[in-house]
C-alpha cells in the first residue's frame, strides 16, 4: 500500500487544519488506518486511528480536538484538526496496515505502509 498525505501548512493557534491521506495498490477495506506525529528529538507518537469497522481511537491531548473520518470508496484517510495548540506542531505521517490488533493500534510498529510526512506549524 502507498500512502501520499497532504493538508499541513502553518496557522495560528486556535485555528483548523485537515489532513488527508490517499491510499493506493493493494488497498482493502480492512486496513486500520492512522495518524502519527514526530517533532525533532522525539520518538514518533500515536494522534489517531480508524480501524475497518469505523471505531476511532484518540491520544488522550487531542481528544476533543481532531476527528478522523476514512471514504472507503475512495481509499482516504482525514484528520480534522480544530482548536490546534503550538504543542500540535510536528510532522504527521498517515499509517496503514492489515491485521493490526486492538492491543497495538497505538504502536507506530504495527503499521507496514507510512506516508512521506507533512509538516503542521501552529505559531502562538
Known amino acids: 500500500v502507498q500512502l501520499q498525505a497532504s493538508g499541513g501548512g502553518l496557522v495560528q493557534a486556535g485555528g483548523s487544519l485537515r489532513l488527508s491521506c490517499a491510499a493506493s495498490g493493494r488497498t482493502s477495506n480492512s486496513l486500520t488506518m492512522g495518524w502519527f506525529r514526530q517533532t525533532p528529538g522525539k520518538e514518533r507518537e500515536f494522534v489517531a486511528v480508524?480501524?475497518?469497522?469505523?471505531?476511532?481511537y484518540y491520544a488522550d491531548s487531542v481528544k476533543g480536538r481532531f476527528a478522523i473520518s476514512r471514504d472507503n470508496g475512495k481509499n482516504t484517510v482525514s484528520l480534522q484538526m480544530n482548536s490546534l495548540k503550538p504543542d500540535d506542531t510536528a510532522v504527521y505521517y498517515c499509517a496503514a496496515a492489515n491485521g493490526v490488533i486492538l492491543s497495538q493500534i497505538r504502536i507506530d510498529q504495527a503499521y507496514d505502509s507510512w506516508g512521506q510526512g507533512t509538516l503542521v506549524t501552529v505559531s502562538s
Open positions: 480508524i480501524r475497518w469497522n469505523g471505531y476511532t
